[in-house]
């Protein structure tokens, strides 16, 4: 199941429901359809066999006995032929003994089955299952009445208890040669369905995700159009969101990136400079030295000549010193910015971080190995443009931090 496509596994779990189904509602209409065919073919019977008794008491009415009466078999014969449900018909007196049979060869047998004269000799319609030579038979058993009210016979109508299974059988295999040519149908358009509502817009999703995937950051221009208002619809759009949140936190890297290198070249020439103004000082400390040893030299010839000097020397001291508070205002300000950048440089990553949790945890299951892949590369690109920022924090800190040396 789990290498099979969302519409296989849709189809084979709609097949199996509808199939449990037609299953469950074939065996209730096979068990409802015997129970009310065989109440059916009971009142038939029981219906049969009260026509013979009513033709039975018509003779009897004429004051003949029912021992004296001549062809009534054919009656009997007329019911097992018209009715080809029935199997026998016939009537037995109180002893048991055959009068009318359809089958002439059973004219005059006795019935030895004690519960069988007992139903016979009832006063009341008896319905019961009968066992003859292996075959089980619905016998329906209405007693016949003489003139005075007394219990002089009994009608016998039976059918066969397998008939029922048969036609319980012929209904199975109709109604499962019905429910599987539904089944198929449904199947059809249940395919049909998901390939235009579900499979389509997917493999949409997915074409788009993948180039998005190749393309890289150009890419993000990309979007999935998928207008339906479902899950898939909404999936899409939260895709072209997730798309357009990371195309403009993009650009808005790229212009930290550009203003932050603008920064960097301009720190780099203020660095420059500063090393110049230190090698400019160390000259002109080294041209003073070299003006005190000749002053020296010289002082007892050129004290007047000294004092100047000493003046220029103070003055260009006071130069240096404006010029070093010009620098280490400079700095300050570097540190400040370095440190505003920082900050400001973290709010993206924060988002793109958080995003691209959101993503590993909503849509992680949905992504595949690939996918999974790209987004925990771009974390860990953040992660490591987060350690960057950090290790510029700790830079412009070097001077307001500073920790003692120590031997590595």
């Not at 009318?100 to 069988?116: V, W």
Request: glycine share 4%.
């Amino acid at each position: 199941m789990m290498g099979l496509s969302v519409r296989v596994k849709v189809v084979l779990i709609a097949v199996v429901i509808l199939f449990l189904a037609i299953a469950a509602t074939s065996l209730t209409s096979s068990y409802v359809f015997t129970r009310e065919y065989s109440r059916a073919l009971q009142s038939e019977a029981l219906v049969i066999g009260q026509t013979l008794r009513l033709q039975l008491d018509k003779l009897l009415k004429l004051g003949i006995r029912i021992e004296d009466l001549v062809g009534f078999e054919k009656q009997c014969q007329d019911v097992v032929s018209e009715y080809e449900e029935i199997s026998y018909a016939m009537v037995v007196d109180d002893e048991g003994k055959i009068l009318f049979h359809n089958d002439p060869t059973q004219h005059g047998k006795m019935l030895t089955d004690a519960a069988m004269l007992e139903a016979v000799q009832s006063a009341q319609d008896v319905i019961q299952v009968y066992t003859e030579q292996g075959h089980e038979y619905y016998d329906i058993i209405i007693p016949v009445f003489g003139d005075h009210g007394e219990h002089i016979a009994a009608v016998r109508i039976g059918f066969p208890v397998a008939l029922i299974a048969q036609k319980t059988r012929r209904l199975l295999v109709y109604s499962f040669g019905v429910a599987f040519v539904s089944l198929a149908l449904a199947t059809i358009l249940l395919v049909v369905a998901l390939s235009a509502w579900v499979n389509k817009p997917l493999k949409e999703l997915l074409t788009v995700i993948r180039e998005v995937r190749a393309e890289g950051t150009a890419g993000l221009t990309r979007r999935v159009s998928i207008s339906s208002k479902d899950e898939i619809g909404q999936l899409a759009s939260a895709f072209n969101q997730m798309i357009g949140e990371l195309e403009r936190s993009q650009e808005q890297i790229r212009g930290y990136t550009l203003e932050l290198e603008a920064k960097n070249e301009q720190l780099q020439r203020d660095i420059l400079a500063r090393q110049r103004a230190e090698e400019a000082l160390r000259q002109a400390r080294d041209q003073l030295e070299e003006r005190v040893k000749e002053r020296t030299a010289q002082l007892s010839e050129a004290n007047a000549r000294l004092r100047q000097e000493v003046a220029e020397r103070e003055r260009a001291e006071a130069e240096l010193r404006e010029y070093a508070i010009k620098l280490e205002r400079s700095n300050r300000e570097l540190e400040s910015f370095a440190y505003i950048a920082s900050h400001d440089l973290k709010e993206p990553l924060r988002k793109i971080q958080a995003f691209g949790d959101r993503l590993v945890a909503r849509y992680g299951e949905v992504l595949d190995e690939r996918g999974r892949d790209y987004l925990a590369r771009m974390q860990s690109a953040a992660a490591r443009m987060q350690a960057l920022i950090d290790g510029l924090l700790v830079y412009s800190r070097v001077t307001t931090k500073a920790q003692p040396f120590v031997a590595v």
